[in-house]
């Protein structure tokens, strides 16, 4: 294990996790250990966000790396900058939690646009994944979160194992606001309907991603590469690699909450979807109104996953798909365009046994393919109201989805 880390400390750790002037903060001048460690990437938030983040957990023996980060102008506003810039000067003189503080805000060191939150995640994890390594934090587990979340009480007590994998906590946005909070349950119902329907029909993964919901163990991470230099979409690109090295364990209890808030800081993601449903319920506050798919989209995708399946048993089944039968055309239609040859091929006929040939399907089927399919499936099955989609669903499976979504 320690050389799988030191491999990617040599070889694909950031600078500043290699940097000597690290063991110079006040956090780090005594040797302390710690128990645990949490990554936060922090753009024009508030100077108290880190005290509410944390606020619940006040025995964890915790150390929070806070990257304090920005792009250049004019990709972000003067008073983002400066509000990071005030931002960073604050963490400085911080006494509420032992705390490093990475500057990625004045000039000469600011974030590149399209690397992001992506780069500023792997700059505090790979000073985490360091400092484990060191021995000054003793938990294996490298906690990601954000400044809009609220970590509930037993947050660090609940993974209870050691071995190496990811766990990924759920979550809920919240608000004061009512029209945002009604925002909020709808995206959050409609991304919990998305999840659940892929484990209705056994796809492998079926799990949440979002950045501030994330524990990955430290060799998981440094097998993975660390997180994807990307300005949006980081969390979804690195859960996907993670799962390909260990299936992902998603936690259903304790439950973190996130702030609901409008955004643009990136193309997409929660920030745009709000706004966007916002301006729905603006027309319509029923939410009637508010599109989601059609769960058709997730039969078809499992029938998808069963013909995969069956292909990796006996290169016939990749030959003899019926013909006459709608719904096997449309998923012909689509793996095509997913680009299926690539491995349905004599490679993949190659391999010496079923597992390792299953293996390579569901490798190459993977998140960001299941995504694709679910899109494509709604050039035959487009999007519906998602409140009349939830009363036809089986209600273990709504009832499911709604809890998880906070609605009661």
């Known amino acids: 294990m320690d050389r799988v880390i030191d491999h990617y400390l040599q070889h694909y750790a950031e600078p500043e996790a290699l940097s000597s002037s690290l063991t ?22 508030s100077e108290h966000f880190l005290a509410e983040v944390v606020s619940r957990c006040s025995d964890a023996q915790l150390l929070c ?28 003189h911080s006494e509420a939690t032992p705390l490093l503080m990475v500057d990625r805000a004045t000039p000469g060191v600011r974030i590149p646009h399209k690397q992001g939150v992506g780069l500023a995640r792997k700059v505090g994890t790979d000073i985490a994944l360091r400092l484990y390594r060191e021995g000054q934090i003793t938990s294996p587990w490298l906690y ?6 609220r970590l509930p009480e037993d947050y660090f007590n609940a993974i209870s194992t050691q071995r190496p994998g990811t766990i990924v906590f759920s979550h809920r946005h919240i608000s004061a606001d009512p029209g945002l909070a009604h925002a909020a349950k709808l995206y959050d119902t409609h991304m919990q309907y998305y999840v659940h329907a892929l484990a209705v029909q056994g796809s492998p993964y079926a799990y949440p991603t979002l950045g501030s919901t994330i524990a990955v163990h430290a060799v998981n991470y440094a097998k993975a590469r660390g997180f994807p230099k990307r300005n949006a979409g980081e969390d979804f690109h690195l859960l996907n690699k993670l799962n390909k090295l260990e299936a992902i364990t998603w936690l259903k209890q304790p ?24 301006s729905i319920l603006e027309k319509d ?12 989209c997730f039969e078809l995708l499992g029938k998808a996953l069963n013909y995969l399946a069956l292909c990796s048993l006996d290169r016939q089944f990749s030959s003899s798909a019926p ?13 095509r365009q997913l680009g299926v040859h690539k491995v349905l091929n004599d490679k993949l006929y190659q391999q010496p046994n079923t597992a390792q040939r299953q293996r390579l399907v569901n490798d190459w089927f993977d998140g960001l393919k299941t995504l694709r399919f679910v899109h494509l499936a709604r050039s035959y099955f487009p999007n519906t109201s998602l409140r009349q989609t939830l009363t036809k669903l089986p209600p273990s499976l709504r009832n499911e989805i709604t809890f998880q979504a906070g609605i009661v």
């Open 24 to 45: 110079r903060q006040p956090a780090l001048t005594q040797k302390q250990r710690y128990k645990n460690v949490l990554v936060i990437p922090a753009f024009a938030e």
């Open 144 to 149: 990601q979160t954000d400044a809009d979340a």
């Open 285 to 296: 506050p029923s939410g009637e109104s508010y599109l989601s798919y059609d769960y058709r």
């Open 255 to 278: 439950i973190i909450e996130v702030q609901a808030r409008r955004s643009t800081r990136v193309v997409f993601g929660t920030g745009p979807a709000l706004q966007k449903i916002a």
């Open 323 to 335: 013909t006459d039968d709608p719904d096997q055309v449309r998923i012909s239609n689509i793996l």
């Open 65 to 92: 790396i806070v990257v304090a980060n920005a792009p250049a102008e004019p990709v972000a506003t003067k008073q983002q900058i400066q509000s990071t810039l005030k931002l960073l000067n604050s963490l400085k």
